[in-house]
């Protein structure tokens, strides 16, 4: 399988970010030669830590349309609809990171209309009775949407976050990706725990 993740340090950056990258990369995409008690055993990421590598990470298994693929300043937006779960990690894991030769910034955003510019979009779980305005207001956006909300990838969400025998994984759902125009790699479906490929209803 071809290695995708990010697993090197960037300059100036805290080593926490790339121990947690590291970890993530050897967990599951090398789990026949790696055991996860050990790769933990000395800083075991939080939830939201390992999430927010994902969503780091998400970045370089899909492809956005040309002219969707950043904000009007040049810049690779990952963003936060509702209340933040991440703290300052998220911020810390994008710093100094790059996509398509792109700076990646986080941005916290309060209304949909705001996702627009996001190329990543985590819908806080703040935000689950609000999917329909969502997805209405962003179809065709080329925005990915990300979350942990329950049954997100059921709903109309691209890729849902899940728990699997403690472990944070994610389903994915392939048809509201490609409906926005969205290209997903083989490596990333391969790793999901689910791929759907119908329209569910959403909201």
């Given at each position: 399988?071809?290695r995708?993740?990010t697993?090197?340090?960037?300059?100036?950056?805290a080593?926490?970010?790339a121990?947690?990258?590291?970890?993530?990369f050897?967990?599951?995409?090398l789990p026949e030669?790696?055991?996860?008690?050990?790769?933990?055993a000395?800083n075991?990421p939080?939830?939201?830590?390992?999430?927010?590598?994902?969503?780091?990470?998400?970045a370089?298994?899909?492809?956005?349309p040309?002219e969707?693929?950043?904000?009007k300043?040049?810049?690779?937006v990952?963003c936060?609809?509702g209340?933040?779960p991440?703290g300052?990690?998220?911020?810390?894991?994008?710093?100094?990171?790059?996509v398509?030769?792109?700076?990646?910034?986080?941005?916290?955003?309060?209304k949909p209309q705001?996702a627009a510019a996001c190329?990543?979009l985590?819908?806080?779980?703040?935000?689950?009775?609000?999917?329909k305005?969502?997805?209405?207001v962003?179809?065709?956006k080329?925005?990915?949407?990300?979350?942990?909300?329950?049954q997100?990838?059921?709903r109309?969400?691209?890729?849902?976050?899940?728990t699997?025998?403690?472990k944070?994984?994610?389903?994915?759902?392939?048809t509201?990706?490609?409906?926005?125009?969205l290209?997903?790699?083989?490596?990333?479906?391969?790793v999901?725990?689910?791929?759907?490929?119908?329209a569910?209803g959403r909201?």
């Amino acid at each position: 399988m071809k290695r995708i993740l990010t697993v090197r340090r960037s300059q100036g950056k805290a080593g926490g970010s790339a121990l947690v990258r590291c970890a993530i990369f050897f967990f599951f995409f090398l789990p026949e030669c790696f055991s996860p008690g050990l790769l933990f055993a000395q800083n075991r990421p939080t939830e939201y830590q390992v999430k927010a590598v994902y969503l780091f990470n998400f970045a370089r298994f899909v492809e956005w349309p040309a002219e969707n693929g950043a904000g009007k300043d040049g810049t690779f937006v990952v963003c936060v609809l509702g209340d933040d779960p991440f703290g300052t990690f998220l911020d810390t894991t994008l710093a100094g990171e790059t996509v398509a030769g792109r700076n990646v910034v986080a941005q916290r955003i309060t209304k949909p209309q705001e996702a627009a510019a996001c190329r990543i979009l985590f819908v806080s779980t703040s935000e689950e009775s609000h999917l329909k305005e969502l997805f209405e207001v962003i179809a065709k956006k080329s925005v990915l949407t990300v979350s942990d909300i329950p049954q997100f990838a059921q709903r109309g969400g691209m890729i849902g976050f899940v728990t699997d025998e403690g472990k944070v994984r994610f389903e994915i759902n392939l048809t509201s990706a490609t409906d926005a125009g969205l290209t997903l790699s083989s490596d990333l479906l391969k790793v999901a725990t689910t791929v759907r490929k119908s329209a569910p209803g959403r909201g």
